[in-house]
């Protein structure tokens, strides 16, 4: 037998082959109807720039859609996806060399290319897809982890494409049963059915199987295509699509600005408001649930779930159709109560689920296909609380201290500049030049006005003087930077207090900002921009990073206060997640003598919130609903002496949930600048 | 239903207490680094009169300050909180507390107001104001105006022609019908927590309109005004020191250490008599 001469014959067996031709007319007239539902959906929505920048688009879809470099994170399900996944594509290259083949002048299938792969690849990753449906329909069915959504739907998917492969190996089989097929040993699948039936059936008996098993297939495979842009399958598409379109900002830079003077509605309560990249968001998502896992509120116990959000919203987009359409733009439609709410107790997108989100972000991290959750509560917070001026008493608090003190921390017994006592701290506004300072020192309400926290922005602020750098404060100039007004989703108050703060900063002409909060560090960094204050900004960690690489602050390694101790690094969602600055405190950490750094169960972008962002800080959870606690226990269970912090919330959450979960142990929570002032500031 | 409410702007009471200085001149609160805010009382009478509003069908609400030209803020808060009118009275300089003179300022205010839109059903008053305390104005006020107050009211609600006012006492509730046109001074409940104002009122706020009189404008000698009563004087200010005297208990066990408190709560008691 010549090898290069190696093929098989296209349509063995099979009658009426125009048949298939005509039935695939209706497949893809569905197929194509249904993608032009979704995308006129889409394209309802508000404008949003999400096609710039190609080149880095590009990246981010090889890296996340072809290389499904996210979705390999969760080992068990990374495994069975890929499985499916690859074997998808190879039996979808296949079945195009068939059509090449078959209907065009070249005759690509034969030879080695024909053995290699059109018959051994193509087995093997045939088997991929058994085995990586079985996989799946083993978590489904019997392990039944809690992120997964039960719906007959995915069932269906299940089985449709078990059966889709398996009578593709029947086939295969019994053609080479019959045929004799001088090359079966290519396709050991194939084979093994040929194999398994021969004993015990004749060949006329696998020959009407095969007919009968051949159109089945066909008639399963081209009702699958057709219902793929009605189910959840249609993330083969809108998947790779949300990829390319994702944010590339950072989530530190996510949240829209709005324009008071034209807009017709503050936040967004109408699917109408969405832009058509968060109505895209919606079709997107594979009901995976990893969001909705690594949600602190919801590991806490509370009701809120990102997964679920983005699955009501999808259903309330699927019903309200084509009347959603006629409302979009935010109107109201014809009148006929077009659109619906998307605000609802009902649903996942109940006020009291939206004001139990910390913007931590673990969300958009989690997710494989860059769906965007985190902006959309917070652009339904802001039609709650601008609108509606519905939400916690705690939140309340917080907003009218910022309006009248313009801190959120009302009836704190300290001002501004108090922390400073002993120091000698220039003051821009009384400086003769303020323009000596080539740092301005953003010290934030959270480092000034709460007590256990003034010893970073002094321990921060006596590195500074040590390393030389020339630095300047605020003092009772500064106002809050407007983080926690934006997060609960007061637009408004955040425009103010930012409009107010760039203008006292360009003031003073100042261009470099350091600050040990990084929530403040986030809204400069990334927010500022948008209403012309440009910085070059720091996070207390990075610029002290910076000094002790320049060699401005003495390297301490003989020093022994930390001695002996284990330090454990609590990673804040702002500067982390948000900004992508994992090192620079881990950097500092590691120039401390004598200690051992050991990393939490979540740390780096897995991390987990201390439970104080999104204005949670300010709001008293119930006792066993406390992510705080949740986080601390992770900390004490490092074993660790110290957990190092780089945030005043973080550091106020901690000290409270490591002082429930120490038990008799000391652990102590201490910022980096803490730690390191306590070595480099040792004579 | 006319409803007229009175606001006081005053320094933010939660001010740290190293923040608060005393003129001792000028026998007067310094401003230093404190914030200017509502007296949290008037936001309250503010809150009763909104929800009064919601239960009376075609009620109006006028808000009225009389203060500096910073209280034009107070003004524009309570007209985010939606009252639909607001009127300062401005005060050129002196921070006189005497409520009498306050009242006359109020009234000589609220008439001129009345020859404008009519009168006045009900004049809602804070119970006191953050800063002196007195709890005087409301009662001056309605002596000044010639008409009925009832002081520490909660809630009003529309009746027949008449009020329904829930007024806190000592031993309870008491519940009273009133007769337009009356004074009542407002306390705290837990109903009339002042609402936060939606954004689109917020700056809607800014472009309604705001009617400033000067006290020559109503008629009122200011040199008069500013001295005041000749029944109240501010003899002393000064800022209280607290001083605390703490004692532990000693003892080697538990029972020792109690048996020591519970000796030295005795003895407290007795000095006391």
């Known amino acids: 037998m010549d090898p290069t001469q190696a093929t098989r014959e296209v349509f063995w067996n099979i009658q009426y082959t125009w048949l298939v031709y005509v039935l695939m007319v209706p497949t893809l007239a569905v197929f194509g109807w249904g993608f032009w539902l979704k995308i006129r959906r889409w394209r309802a929505g508000q404008p949003a720039v999400r096609f710039d920048r190609p080149g880095e688009r590009l990246r981010l879809f090889l890296r996340n859609a072809i290389g499904q470099g996210r979705t390999i994170k969760r080992r068990y399900a990374g495994v069975f996806h890929s499985l499916v996944y690859t074997g998808f594509i190879v039996l979808f290259l296949a079945t195009t060399v068939v059509a090449i083949h078959h209907d065009t002048p070249l005759h690509i299938m034969k030879g080695h290319f024909y053995l290699i792969f059109q018959s051994l690849i193509v087995d093997i990753f045939g088997l991929f897809v058994l085995v990586g449906v079985a996989l799946a329909a083993i978590r489904r069915w019997i392990s039944k982890p809690k992120l997964l959504v039960y719906t007959d739907e995915a069932s269906w998917i299940l089985v449709t494409i078990f059966v889709m492969a398996l009578t593709g190996f029947m086939i295969e089989g019994w053609r080479i049963a019959v045929t004799d097929d001088p090359w079966a040993h290519w396709s050991p699948i194939g084979n093994l059915f040929a194999l398994g039936s021969d004993p015990w059936m004749t060949d006329t008996a696998m020959q009407r199987g095969h007919v009968i098993i051949w159109w089945f297939h066909l008639v399963v495979a081209f009702g699958w295509i057709a219902w793929v842009p009605f189910s959840k399958m249609s993330h083969i598409f809108t998947a790779p699509l949300n990829i390319f379109t994702a944010n590339l900002d950072g989530y530190g830079g996510s949240l829209k600005t709005i324009d008071f003077e034209t807009a017709e509605r503050f936040g967004i309560n109408h699917l109408g408001d969405f832009t058509w990249k968060d109505l895209l968001d919606f079709d997107a998502c594979t009901e995976c649930g990893r969001c909705t896992d690594v949600c602190p509120a919801n590991t806490v116990g509370k009701s809120l779930s990102p997964r679920d959000i983005i699955l009501d919203l999808q259903a309330l987009m699927h019903k309200q159709g084509d009347q959603f359409l006629a409302g979009s733009n935010g109107s109201n439609g014809d009148g006929n109560g077009a659109t619906l709410p998307v605000i609802d107790e009902k649903t996942a997108m109940a006020p009291e689920a939206l004001f139990s989100c910390t913007t931590c972000a673990a969300c958009m991290e989690a997710c494989p296909v860059h769906i965007e959750q985190m902006p959309k509560i917070v652009d339904a917070r802001r039609f709650l609380v601008m609108e509606e001026a519905d939400f916690p008493e705690g939140m309340m608090d917080m907003m009218n201290s910022l309006e009248s003190r313009q801190h959120p921390f009302a009836g704190t017994q300290f001002n501004r500049v108090d922390w400073t006592e002993g120091l000698d701290i220039d003051v821009m506004a009384d400086m003769d030049d303020p323009a000596e300072a080539e740092v301005l020192m953003w010290v934030g309400c959270g480092g000034a006005l709460v007590e256990r926290n003034r010893n970073t922005v002094r321990a921060t602020a006596k590195l500074l003087k040590k390393a030389g750098v020339k630095f300047a404060i605020l003092g009772r100039e500064e106002s809050c930077s407007g983080d926690p007004a934006r997060r609960v989703g007061n637009e408004f108050l955040f425009e103010m207090l930012a409009k107010g703060n760039v203008e006292t900063l360009s003031r003073y002409g100042v261009r470099k900002v350091v600050t040990s909060c990084p929530h403040c560090f986030n809204s400069f960094k990334n927010e500022y921009p948008h209403f012309g204050g440009s910085y070059e900004v720091y996070h207390h960690t990075q610029f002290l990073d910076q000094l002790l690489a320049e060699g401005r602050l003495d390297r301490a390694r003989s020093a022994t206060v930390n001695g002996g101790r284990t330090i454990t690094f609590h990673d804040p969602c702002y500067l982390g997640r948000h900004n992508g600055e994992y090192d620079a405190p881990r950097n500092l950490l590691a120039h401390l003598g004598g200690t051992r750094q050991v990393e939490m169960q979540r740390s780096g972008n897995q991390s987990f919130c201390c439970g104080g962002g999104g204005g949670m800080a300010f709001v008293d959870e119930p006792p066993d609903q406390r992510v705080n606690q949740e986080r601390a226990q992770e900390a004490v269970d490092t074993g660790a002496d110290v957990v190092a912090v780089g945030c005043p919330f973080c550091a106020t959450m901690l000290d409270d949930g490591v002082n429930a979960r120490r038990g008799d142990r000391d652990v102590r929570v201490k910022d980096v600048a803490e730690l390191l002032w306590d070595e480099v500031g040792t004579p | ?273």
């Open chain 2, 1 to 273: 239903m006319r409803v007229l409410v009175c606001l006081k702007q005053i320094l933010d009471p939660d001010v740290p207490a190293r923040d608060f200085e005393i003129d001792p001149a000028a026998k007067a609160a310094k401003r230093g680094g404190a914030n200017l805010v509502t007296n949290i009382f008037c936001e309250n009478a503010i809150e009763t009169a909104l929800q009064f509003r919601e239960a009376a069908a075609d009620a109006k609400i006028t808000a009225l300050c009389y203060g500096e030209s910073t209280a034009e803020d107070c003004l524009r808060k309570a007209m985010a909180m939606t009252v639909d009118e607001a009127c300062l009275v401005q005060r050129d300089g002196n921070t006189n507390p005497d409520a009498a003179a306050v009242g006359r300022v109020l009234a000589a205010a609220i008439q001129r107001l009345e020859q404008d839109g009519g009168p006045f059903d009900a004049v809602l008053v804070g119970r006191e104001s953050g800063d002196w305390g007195t709890g005087q104005t409301g009662g001056a006020l309605a002596e000044e105006l010639g008409r009925p107050v009832l002081g520490f009211v909660e809630s009003l609600a529309p009746g027949n022609g008449s009020v329904t006012l829930r007024r806190q006492t000592d031993v309870g509730i008491e519940v009273a019908e009133a007769e337009p046109p009356f004074v009542v001074t407002i306390t705290n409940n837990e109903d009339n927590v002042p609402r936060i104002p939606k954004t689109r009122d917020v700056m809607m706020s800014y472009r309604k309109p705001l009617q400033k009189l000067s006290l020559a404008d109503l008629g009122l000698d200011s040199d008069e005004i500013r001295s005041g009563s000749s029944n109240f004087e501010v003899e002393e200010i000064f800022v209280p020191t607290d001083e605390v005297e703490c004692e532990l208990a000693e003892g080697d066990t538990l029972d020792e250490r109690v048996d020591q408190l519970a000796r030295k709560i005795h003895e407290v008691v007795a000095s006391i008599g």
